[in-house]
């Protein structure tokens, strides 16, 4: 079997795996990091979203060999300790979640929205939404958690 | 805003975990040699009686137009308000009734056999 | 999902080889819809030969009146390039409306332009723009390549390494997104270019992507957005599903079109 080779939330890390291995599986299963969720397992639903050098995609459609000597960030590479990271913060004070499930990848979507437009619109979170879907929310908490977040951590 | 009340927000203890990727789901759960439920059994015909259903209507008292909403809360007011609307829009065009889901095919369709039929005098 | 071998390749002459030394290799590209259908087991290929590393096919250049893009270029790198966007920014605009961010930061026009799903939306770009596909043996004009849904006149081991547009005098794109998977239902292309006026259509037909010829004749006698809507197109050989009937399918391409005029000015 291959052995894939990655750096995910600061530490390296490597395993034995099938090359038909999913990112998702590889995060999951073999590091135990079960922040990452699979919602749909097609790629519409957004559960699964994490950072591949800095950019988001959707780990449930990406082979962990594709992503081999990369540089990763999930949903636990976040916090700081007990410390929420001023994205967290802002789900938790406006209220962004109610059963959790849909949350990391809304978190880490958010990230990549803002790092790419520090001020964004609510059109423009809305329209960057488009690829994670929520069941709870009806998305009105989301959208203003991420405006919120995103002026906090423009400072 | 400080206290709480109805339409408060209040900090929910268990978001510290949801937000840390460290709330527990059901799919997180993985103990060696666990087996999975891939066949849920339904109730077949023989599980269940024989059940007639009737319906025993009584008025609401709390407004002067003595209805009631049923179902998920969310949900009563919602779809007969956009229905409403739609049929408010297509009033003109003759379209006395459109049936859920509001779909753009079926709007559009209702628009197109109104205006057929108004060609067709 | 079957296991497969995987190997990433430093060239696209080492892929070539690679996918035709194999059984039954394919290329992976984004793999935004391959990696979909190997895990729902509809594909089965005995290697994976991954084109990621290849620098030689990522990139935009301008040519003499066209811009090239090369075939692993990402779907955000077309839409955020400033050369597509000065040049064609119809193109850009459309690459950025393709699926959702994450697809766009993984998806690539090339591997879009080889699966030919008949609701993509680079298909009605290619034929409308009247696009040159170049493959590591050959050049194919945009009429011969596109053969029904998920179809193309590519051999086996052909490799897409660009596509070539030429420069419009105007165009625009101009979408109905299914409502919930958000793929075109109906969408529409039109272009001027060096007088040749075109609408290509994908999402509605049946054989995938097509040349509205009514709408094309219409608007060389006067391009205007109700020359377009007036056209009423033929519903036969249109796509009827729960989403959208054939005769609706065929209003929308009016009215796509005569939306893609308004905003191509």
């Known amino acids: ?155 | 805003m400080t206290g709480t009340g109805i339409g408060a927000s209040i900090k929910r203890v268990e978001d510290q975990r949801f937000l840390t990727g460290n709330g527990h789901y059901t799919d997180d759960i993985n103990r060696p040699g666990q087996g999975y439920a891939w066949i849920l059994r339904s109730p077949r015909a023989d599980d269940l009686p024989n059940f007639l259903v009737t319906t025993q209507s009584v008025m609401g008292a709390s407004n002067p137009l003595e209805v009631k909403g049923v179902g998920e809360v969310g949900a009563i007011g919602s779809p007969p308000a956009v229905v409403n609307a739609i049929l408010d829009a297509l009033a003109p065009l003759g379209v006395e009734d459109i049936s859920m889901p509001a779909t753009p095919n079926k709007v559009w369709q209702a628009i197109h056999d109104s205006s057929v039929r108004q060609a067709a005098g | 999902m079957y296991e497969f071998n995987y190997q990433k390749a430093n060239s696209a002459a080492d892929a070539v080889q690679a996918v035709n030394s194999s059984d039954d290799g394919q290329f992976l590209a984004g793999g935004m819809t391959l990696i979909p259908t190997i895990k729902q087991r509809l594909a089965q290929p005995s290697d994976l030969i991954d084109l990621a590393g290849i620098n030689d096919l990522v990139g935009v250049e301008e040519g003499e009146g066209s811009v090239t893009i090369k075939a692993m270029t990402r779907h955000v790198d077309v839409a955020n390039n400033d050369i597509v966007k000065s040049k064609i920014p119809a193109l850009a605009n459309l690459a950025d409306n393709i699926g959702d961010p994450q697809v766009r930061n993984r998806g690539t026009i090339g591997g879009s332009l080889a699966n030919n799903d008949p609701a993509a939306d680079y298909p009605a770009a290619v034929l409308g723009l009247n696009a040159t596909i170049i493959t590591n043996t050959r050049e194919i004009i945009a009429e011969d390549y596109f053969d029904g849904m998920f179809t193309t006149s590519l051999e086996e081991g052909e490799l897409v390494t660009a596509v070539r547009f030429p420069i419009p005098d105007k165009a625009a794109y101009t979408k109905f997104p299914n409502p919930a998977s958000r793929y075109a239902l109906v969408g529409v292309m039109v272009a001027q270019t060096n007088g040749e006026i075109r609408v290509a259509v994908t999402g509605a037909g049946q054989d995938g992507v097509f040349r509205a010829s009514d709408i094309e004749s219409a608007l060389s006698g006067s391009w205007t957005v109700d020359a377009a809507k007036d056209v009423k197109m033929s519903d036969e050989g249109l796509n009827s599903d729960i989403h959208a009937s054939a005769d609706y399918r065929a209003h929308l391409i009016s009215v796509m079109a005569s939306r893609a005029v308004a905003a191509a000015g």
């Open chain 1, 1 to 155: 079997m291959p052995t894939v080779s990655m750096t995910v939330n600061g530490k390296s890390v490597s395993a034995d795996v099938e090359s038909r291995t999913l990112l998702v599986q590889y995060l999951r299963e073999h590091l135990g990091l079960t922040g990452t969720h699979v919602g749909c397992d097609t790629s519409q639903c957004g559960a699964c979203v994490v950072h591949v050098n800095g950019e988001s995609l959707k780990s449930c459609t990406v082979l962990a060999a594709q992503v081999e000597g990369a540089d990763l960030t999930t949903i636990e590479g976040l916090a700081n300790g007990d410390e929420l990271h001023p994205m967290q913060e802002a789900f938790r004070e406006n209220h962004g979640l109610q059963c959790g499930f849909c949350t990391p990848g809304m978190v880490m979507s958010a990230l990549d929205l803002v790092q790419k437009n520090s001020d964004p619109s609510e059109q423009d979170v809305r329209e960057w939404l488009e690829g994670n879907l929520c069941r709870c929310t009806g998305y009105h908490n989301i959208v203003k958690s991420i405006l919120a977040g995103a002026q906090a951590l423009k400072g």
